[in-house]
C-alpha cells in the first residue's frame, strides 16, 4: 500500500479529488481539502472509501501502523553501522505523559549525558503519529537504506562524523536488533515510580496488538552502567526529561 501522509492527493467518490492535510495513524483518521473549499473534511479510512489518485483503495489497518519510527531508526542506524557509520547511536526515552518515546540520534564520541543536537536529528512519537517522517526530507514507508540515503543528502556533515570505529556498541546493538526487530524497540529511561532501575534493558512494542516481549533479556548498552557507579539508580524518567534541552510537548 502507498503511504499515507500530509499532501497526499485523494479521491472521494463524492467529493472528487483533494489533498490530506493532517492523518492520524492511530485512529484512521484523515483531514482533507477538495477543490476550492476553505474548511477542511474529516473523513475515517476505515468506513469512507477513499482512494488515492489512481484509484487505488486506501485500506486501513490491514497491517497495524507504527506509533512511533524507533524500529525503522534502529534498521537504518544498523545499515549504517555495517556502512562504517558506527560512531552513530539512537538514544530513545519515553515523555513525562508515558504515552509517547522520543527518540534522538546523535554522532562522534558515544556520551549518553552530553548529545549533540542536531536539526532534524530527533523527534517524539507524538509527533509521528499525525506526520510519520523523521524530518531530514524523508518520505513516509522510507526503507532503512532510503531512510540513510536521504539523512547523508540532508545533513552530509553531520553523518560523516559517524564514520570510525565502535565496535562494542555495534556488537550490542546489531543483537538487539536481531532480538527486537520489527516489532519491539529499546528505551533508556522508566519511571522511577516504578522502581529502581531494571536489571535488562525496557523494551517496548512499536504498534497496537503486538504481544508482550517474551525474549531474552537484554544488556544495557557498553558502559552505560559505569556512567553511574556508586548509585543504584542509572537514570530516572523525570531526571532525563528535566535535564535535557529537548523540544516542550
Known amino acids: 500500500m502507498k503511504p499515507v501522509a500530509p499532501g497526499t492527493v485523494i479521491f472521494h467518490r463524492f467529493r472528487g479529488y483533494g489533498v490530506i492535510t493532517s492523518v492520524n495513524l492511530l485512529t484512521g483518521w484523515i483531514s482533507a481539502r477538495f477543490g476550492s473549499e476553505v474548511r477542511t473534511l ?14 487505488e483503495a486506501i485500506l486501513f489497518r490491514r497491517s497495524p501502523p507504527d506509533r512511533m519510527p524507533q524500529a525503522r531508526l534502529m534498521a537504518m542506524v544498523r545499515e549504517l553501522h555495517r556502512a ?10 519515553p515523555k513525562p505523559s508515558g504515552l509517547h518515546w522520543r527518540w534522538h540520534l546523535f554522532t562522534g564520541q558515544r556520551s549518553w549525558m552530553q548529545r549533540a543536537w542536531r536539526e532534524g536529528w530527533y523527534g517524539s512519537g507524538a509527533d509521528y503519529n499525525f506526520n510519520p517522517v523523521m524530518g531530514w526530507g524523508d518520505a513516509p514507508g522510507e526503507s532503512a537504506l532510503e531512510l540513510s540515503s536521504t539523512l547523508a543528502r540532508f545533513d552530509p556533515l553531520g553523518l560523516a562524523q559517524a564514520l570510525g570505529r ?25 519511571d522511577s515510580r516504578n522502581g529502581p532501575a531494571p536489571a535488562a534493558l525496557p523494551v517496548i512494542p512499536v504498534r497496537r496488538g503486538v504481544p508482550d516481549y517474551a525474549g531474552p533479556d537484554l544488556p544495557w548498552p557498553p558502559g552505560w552502567a559505569m556512567l553511574w557507579s556508586g548509585s543504584t539508580a542509572l537514570t530516572t524518567q523525570r531526571s532525563l526529561c528535566s535535564a535535557e534541552s529537548v523540544p516542550k510537548d
Not at 42 to 55: F, I
Not at 84 to 93: E, I, K, V
Open 42 to 55: 474529516d473523513l475515517n479510512l476505515s468506513s469512507d472509501e477513499v482512494q488515492h489518485a489512481d484509484g
Open 84 to 93: 562504517g557509520y558506527q560512531r552513530l547511536y539512537l538514544y530513545s526515552w
Open 166 to 190: 565502535d565496535e562494542d556498541h555495534t556488537e550490542w546493538f546489531d543483537a538487539v536488533c536481531v532480538a527486537l526487530l520489527p516489532n519491539y524497540t529499546f528505551s533508556l529511561g522508566w
